[in-house]
């Protein structure tokens, strides 16, 4: 069975600090996707990132970073220099591949509610 | 880019009545998903939806609610007879059939059941 774990619920900082939230995850298959969704106070599902299993380079976009590492089942999301606007409960996510079928539900974790303080 | 669309953004009802909750997926796609997230609490799968039929449904997803795919562009999600409980955010996701795991999601469609 698929896990997420997000162990930060809630997290505050200063505007301009960087804060990283934390992702862990189970999965018995060895081909699976990883994703974080950012859900601003609208409510809407932003999708930030996809990953899959085979990938474990970082990777950088702007002022985010993802860190992928499959021998702690973690994939860490950073916000450089945070900004108000980057306010927001924060989703990591994992589906797994399965075999054939085409459908795979995908899991979320209970989300890190990151508000950045003026 | 092209995108998921749901209809209405938000939905206020009472209980004991039927909703439909409307999802326009992207036009290539095959799969298709429903989610649901009660207030401050986690996104979780309700169903999947491939060929015309339900491929797998969550302990969620009881007899109150159904799926459709009435023509070649809706994807709707029914509720029988709300209860208070449904009150949520739903999302809608669909996933084209080169890439069946990266699922596409829409804004979703705030149900408020009064």
């Known amino acids: 069975a698929q896990k997420v774990t997000q162990a930060q619920t809630e997290i505050s900082v200063v505007e301009k600090e960087d804060v990283t939230l934390d992702c862990v995850y189970e999965?018995?298959?060895?081909?699976?996707?990883l994703f974080w969704y950012k859900q601003p106070p609208s409510g809407e599902l932003v999708f930030l990132i996809r990953?899959?299993?085979?990938?474990?380079q970082n990777e950088i976009s702007g002022r985010y970073s993802w860190n992928f590492q499959k021998s702690t089942s973690s994939f860490n999301f950073t916000i450089t220099a945070s900004q108000v606007v980057d306010s927001a409960v924060y989703f990591c996510?994992?589906?797994?591949?399965?075999?054939?079928?085409?459908?795979?539900?995908?899991?979320f974790g209970i989300g890190t509610k990151l508000q950045v303080i003026p | 880019e092209p995108e998921v669309t749901q209809t209405p953004s938000h939905q206020v009802t009472q209980m004991g009545q039927e909703v439909i909750l409307r999802c326009v997926p992207i036009?290539?796609?095959?799969?298709f998903y429903w989610y649901r997230q009660i207030l401050g609490q986690k996104v979780e799968f309700l169903v999947s939806?491939?060929?015309?039929?339900?491929?797998?449904k969550s302990e969620i997803f009881d007899d109150q609610f159904s799926v459709e795919r009435p023509d070649g562009s809706n994807f709707t999600l029914k509720i029988r007879s709300t209860k208070l409980e449904d009150s949520a955010m739903y999302f809608c996701?669909?996933?084209?059939?080169?890439?069946?795991?990266?699922?596409?999601f829409g804004a979703g469609t705030r149900l408020s059941v009064l």
């Open positions: 996701a669909s996933s084209p059939l080169v890439a069946k795991n990266i699922q596409y």
């Open positions: 999965t018995r298959d060895t081909t699976y996707y």
């Open positions: 990953r899959n299993s085979f990938d474990e």
């Open positions: 996510a994992l589906s797994e591949a399965g075999y054939g079928g085409g459908y795979q539900k995908v899991t």
């Open positions: 036009s290539n796609h095959l799969y």
């Open positions: 939806f491939y060929n015309n039929e339900i491929s797998e």
